[in-house]
């Protein structure tokens, strides 16, 4: 079975790739954008695993604070 965990965290987030209880693959959103401590949905970490997956998990706070989304630059 393979699973695929995304975490939107706040100050870092990333996915990653689990099959048999051993991880295959993890990417850090800040790696593939290039931009420090990058929060936020993991979009072009989840692009890089081009897998088909039987569960998916998600951890993290999914949506921003209202400060954060009245003000979108300092996302």
């Known amino acids: 079975m393979k699973y695929l965990g995304i975490s939107d965290i706040r100050i870092e987030s990333g996915v990653a790739l689990i099959e048999d209880n051993k991880i295959i693959s993890a990417i850090s959103e800040e790696s593939i954008s290039r931009i420090k401590m990058k929060g936020g949905f993991p979009y072009k970490a989840l692009?890089?695993?081009?897998?088909?997956?039987?569960?998916?998990?998600?951890?993290?706070?999914?949506?921003?604070?209202?400060?954060?989304?009245?003000?979108?630059?300092?996302?």
Do not use: C, S, W
């Not at 993290?60 to 604070?65: K, Q």
């Open 47 to 75: 692009k890089e695993i081009e897998e088909d997956v039987d569960h998916i998990y998600v951890a993290g706070i999914m949506n921003p604070p209202f400060f954060t989304r009245m003000f979108p630059l300092i996302q």
